[in-house]
């Protein structure tokens, strides 16, 4: 059974800095990963998507990298504003299994102080 | 574009009352599913369906029904609720196995 876990489960930085974002997953047959944002009461954002024949993506401020051999990845912020706080959380698609649903992490709680 | 609509956003019930949560999405997507999220457990797959007339268990579907008999609707039931159905519930769908999954506003239930 697939197994995601991010580290760290929060994290707290002033605004400006760079951060990085840890997921690591237990069965590296996978589809895809994908980066999503949740903010307090709400639903899931789509972040980033990267194939499992991918090794990185971007959009903005947020590179996305995937190492699927060592079963990890990370979601890179550069220049981190209030605005970036949320919960991150990391999902893959496996390719086994009956259920073609994605694997969640529970969660990184990001807090950017202004 | 609307995207992935849940209906409703909020609602309690009494334990042994049933009710119906509906998902609807437009971008014509074949895959759809329900997960619910408690404190601590993260998002688990409740059911899933991977086109119109079609629906599978996923990791935890005791107590839960679904049916798909648009492809754009799931619909999520629950027929004799419980306390432990207590959490927020999320639709998502994509369009096919290697796409972006797209996720809706969530359904908080709770059951008293």
């Known amino acids: 059974k697939q197994e995601v876990t991010q580290i760290p489960a929060a994290l707290s930085v002033p605004e400006g800095e760079n951060l990085v974002l840890n997921c690591s997953f237990t069965d590296s047959a996978i589809y895809n990963l994908q980066w999503f944002r949740q903010d307090p009461g709400k639903g899931l954002t789509s972040l980033l998507l990267i194939q499992s024949s991918q090794r990185e993506q971007t959009s903005g401020r947020l590179n996305a990298s995937l190492d699927k051999s060592s079963g990890r990845s990370t979601l890179y912020i550069a220049a981190s504003q209030p605005g970036d706080s949320a919960t991150y959380l990391c999902?893959?698609?496996?390719w086994g299994g009956g259920a073609d649903g994605l694997t969640f992490g529970k969660g990184t709680h990001l807090i950017i102080q202004p | 574009n609307a995207g992935v609509t849940q209906t409703p956003k909020f609602r309690v019930l009494k334990t042994g009352q049933s009710m119906t949560l509906l998902c609807a999405q437009d971008?014509?997507?074949?895959?759809m599913y329900w997960y619910r999220q408690d404190p601590g457990m993260g998002l688990r797959l409740i059911h899933y369906s991977v086109g119109e007339g079609t629906t599978a268990k996923g990791e935890v579907p005791d107590g839960y029904n679904v049916s798909r008999l648009k492809k754009q609707n799931f619909l999520l039931g629950l027929e004799s609720a419980a306390p432990s159905q207590t959490s927020v519930y999320f639709c998502?769908?994509?369009?096919?196995?290697?796409?972006?999954?797209?996720f809706g506003q969530g359904t908080r239930l709770t059951v008293v």
């Open positions: 998502a769908s994509r369009f096919i196995m290697n796409t972006e999954a797209f």
């Open positions: 971008m014509n997507h074949e895959y």
């Open positions: 999902a893959v698609l496996g």
